[in-house]
């Protein structure tokens, strides 16, 4: 589903090395890990599999087709219909209901607003917050708001969720609440890499990889 081959990531405003001949295969169905010191590559990482950047060397493999030269039009619409995103800051626009932030990614496909609306309403069912749709952002708490960015994310039927730091800003019980969540989403069979700086999350995916100054080992 996502391969990495040999694939490295030069920042050219910095000079810095952020990833070092990187191979990765990543299977339908697959949950991976990948912990590592800060500074180590990880949201490099996330941010080359997720399509909002490119590599200096090597080759990215998204559902068969080699992303590693396609424009950054190409790329966008890729990102929109196969990557789903989830980020410490849950980015849930403040002025939108929770219903409305998990509809939002529909809203480029030309799909009808109550088509949208039914999918939002039953991705936030299936995440727990059937009670919560019609409120805002600041009226839910930090676990509520990550569970809405969730629902968001896998809106859109995309081949892997992404997720950076996704518990990194919770307390113990909502944090606990969101890695439950993405256990069940692995069930339910959506390929997810979780980047994460802790050790008992991390062991929870099915396969862990750790990234040490740009360089990817397994684990396990
Ligand atoms: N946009 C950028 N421009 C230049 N250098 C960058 C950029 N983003 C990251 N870097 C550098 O690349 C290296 C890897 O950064 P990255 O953000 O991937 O680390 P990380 O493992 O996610 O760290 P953290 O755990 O602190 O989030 C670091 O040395 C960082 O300074
Ligand atoms: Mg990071």
């Known amino acids: ?45 996330m941010h ?11 080759s990215y493999l998204l559902c068969g087709t080699d992303v590693s030269h396609l424009s950054p039009a190409a790329l966008a619409a890729r990102r929109a219909s196969e990557i789903g995103f989830v980020f410490q800051q849950f980015q849930l626009l403040p002025g939108l209901t929770a219903l409305e932030n998990t509809a939002l990614p529909l809203a480029i496909g030309g799909i009808p607003r109550s ?16 009670d919560r749709m ?11 708001q990550q569970r809405v960015a969730i629902a968001r994310a896998i809106i859109t039927r995309p081949c892997v969720l992404l997720a950076d730091e996704p518990t990194a800003g919770l307390d113990p019980v909502s944090a606990a609440d969101v890695l439950a ?40």
């Open 115 to 130: 088509v949208r609306l039914a999918r939002a309403r039953a991705a936030l069912l299936s995440v727990g917050l059937g």
């Open 48 to 58: 080359i599999l997720g399509l909002l950047d490119t590599l200096s060397a090597g």
């Open 181 to 220: 969540l993405f256990d069940s989403l692995h069930e339910c069979g959506h390929t997810i890499v979780l980047i994460t700086h802790d050790p008992a999350a991390a062991r929870r995916a099915t396969r862990r990889l750790r990234l040490e100054n740009g360089v990817l080992f397994n684990i396990q």
């Open 1 to 45: 589903m996502l391969k990495l081959i040999s694939a490295s990531k030069i920042y050219d405003s910095s000079g810095v090395t952020a990833l070092r001949r990187i191979d990765l295969h990543v299977a339908r169905g697959d949950y991976v890990s990948v912990t590592g010191a800060s500074g180590s590559g990880k949201s490099t990482l």
């Open 134 to 144: 019609e409120h805002l952002p600041n009226a839910l708490s930090g676990g509520q």
